[in-house]
């Protein structure tokens, strides 16, 4: 779909030429300084009389009326040219991208010269720019009678550029934009048509199409090795619990091996400590963590970097049967601790000890768990960062610095002895699974970390980053996929450290 072109960008025929537009009395640069001579200057004057917005993140439709063979152009305002970001730019061309798919626009152009700066290389705005659409491209699936796909979708996308190595940042960026597309639809998926096997499902798909090696363990085989803590959440519901591995050997000489787990709780009514009902058909979206690891194997698979990845997902419901898990009881968990469960809303935390454990036991020497695991993270943080917990300080900051690069907000959060010992207040059991409110989100991180032992470990707590209940220029309300992004680029840069 994405064509890299150095030929004349007036001569290309599209319904839709988008081009850069820096805030400024200086005269327009080239590439723009052509352009407005073909248009016998009314670009310069649209901006002189500032019906030619500059404001970062404004678009403004120019008709070309005949004077380009495109029919119009798309200009993005991008603010002070010394102050533009990458995060910037890539909401200002996500802005774009969202006016071509409300106007249907089947044949798009971008001018990408006039996007770049001393500081944002041609690379990395093709990079933002293939992302970018490839996300503000994404349409939530409907089930209704008469559905919501449009007929017509962007079919080409060619970019205009002096640049002739760019033919990688765009595949680059549209798979990262694909990949995190690919944990929204997961996301999106109601709880009754996404259960533990369909995530099982989508998980094999997965491995058959870039070749990982797959395996989902059952229940007996979860028996047979002791994952109490996952069983005992998966008793209350008739779906059967998935232990889901994906393994990916980038490089085989390495003896590391990073191992992300993603929670894939794919319905959660708090078992019998039941949730309110008012927001409980949103908890469809506790499987975040899952899809995340997931939309990041998706871009693993395609960009093969030389790292090996193992990817563990525990999957469940957390239901309300007769022989639900109950308040009070004490349950065993792989790695030999036991729990007492004060919560049974707390189950977050039960499955993936189980599953950092598990990923331990297969070898691996690094690990980052993401989970919508606490509301309490939405209380500290909003919906716009995420939140982190670890046990290794040089770790935190590969995953601090991979976020940073992705534009996914991230923010460390204290781990300080006491909260530690908050985990300690069970007379009966090893580990509470649930021990108060204060601190919630550090507390329900620990735990996890308590299974990570001393291996690296960091924790992503995305209960507020995982959905968003407005739409913005980069996607629709729903799943947003966040941190499949930044799982994939911490694999990517895996050999700096
Ligand atoms: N899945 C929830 C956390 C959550 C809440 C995610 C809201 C997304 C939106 C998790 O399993 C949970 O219920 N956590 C409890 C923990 C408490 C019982 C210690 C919570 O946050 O209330
Ligand atoms: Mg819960
Ligand atoms: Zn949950």
Redesign the pocket.
């Known amino acids: 779909m994405y064509y890299v072109s150095q030929s004349s960008p007036f001569e290309g025929t599209h319904e839709a030429l988008i081009i850069g537009m820096f805030e400024g009395n200086k005269p327009l640069q080239e590439p723009l300084a052509e352009l407005d001579k073909r248009m016998n200057g009314h670009l310069s004057t649209l901006k002189k009389e500032k019906q030619l917005r500059t404001k970062l993140g404004t678009v403004t439709e120019i008709f070309s009326l005949g004077l380009l063979k495109s029919r119009a152009l798309y200009a993005v305002g991008l603010g002070k040219k010394e102050e533009l970001t990458e995060e910037k730019l890539r909401q200002s061309l996500a802005a774009a991208g969202k006016k071509i798919r409300e106007h249907r626009i089947t044949n798009g152009a971008v001018l990408l010269d006039s996007f770049v700066t001393e500081k944002i290389l041609a690379e990395q705005v093709g990079f933002l720019v293939a992302e970018a659409i490839a996300l503000s491209l994404y349409q939530l699936a409907d089930y209704k009678e008469k559905t919501n796909e449009v007929e017509k979708e962007l079919q080409s996308f060619t970019v205009y550029s002096k640049s002739t190595q760019l033919s990688d940042a765009l595949k680059r960026g549209k798979v990262y934009g694909e990949g995190t597309n690919l944990a929204r639809g997961l996301v999106n998926t109601p709880g009754n048509m996404l259960t533990p096997s369909d995530l099982a499902d989508e998980a094999r798909k997965l491995a058959v199409r870039h070749g990982f090696k797959v395996e989902v363990l059952e229940r007996a085989e979860m028996e047979k090795l002791g994952m109490g803590a996952l069983l005992a959440v998966a008793s209350g519901s008739d779906q059967p619990p998935k232990m889901i591995v994906l393994t990916y050997e980038g490089a085989k000489e390495q003896k590391d091996v990073l191992g992300f787990v993603g929670k894939g709780?794919t319905f959660?009514s708090?078992g019998i400590?039941i949730?309110p009902s008012q927001s409980m058909h949103?908890?469809k979206?506790?499987m975040g963590g899952a899809a995340a690891v997931l939309g990041a194997m998706e871009i693993i698979g395609t960009l093969k970097p030389e790292v090996n990845i193992l990817a563990v997902i525990p999957s469940t419901e957390?239901m309300i049967n007769g022989s639900a898990l109950k308040p009070g009881d004490v349950i065993r968990s792989l790695a030999g601790k036991t729990i007492e469960v004060r919560?049974t809303?707390?189950?977050?935390r039960l499955i993936l000890a189980d599953a950092v454990t598990y990923a331990k036991q297969l070898g691996a020497t690094y690990l980052i768990d993401v989970a919508?695991?606490?509301?309490?993270v939405?209380v500290a943080l909003g919906d716009c960062t995420t939140g982190a917990v670890t046990n290794n300080e040089e770790w935190m900051e590969e995953v601090l610095e991979a976020s940073a690069e992705t534009g996914e907000w991230t923010w460390r959060l204290p781990s300080y002895e006491p909260y530690r010992e908050m985990l300690k207040t069970s007379d009966i059991a090893d580990l509470n699974n649930?021990p108060g409110r204060l601190a919630?989100s550090i507390t329900?991180g620990l735990f996890v970390g308590e299974f990570a032992e001393d291996t690296p470990w960091v924790h992503l707590d995305i209960?507020g980053t995982?959905?968003q209940s407005k739409a913005t220029n980069l996607g629709p309300i729903g799943g947003t996929g966040v941190m499949a992004r930044t799982l994939a680029r911490v694999a990517e840069n895996y050999k700096r450290f």
């Open positions: 709780l959660d708090g400590s949730k949103e908890m979206y506790d957390n919560n809303d707390a189950e977050g919508t695991l606490t509301g309490a939405m649930a919630g329900a209960a995982a959905w």
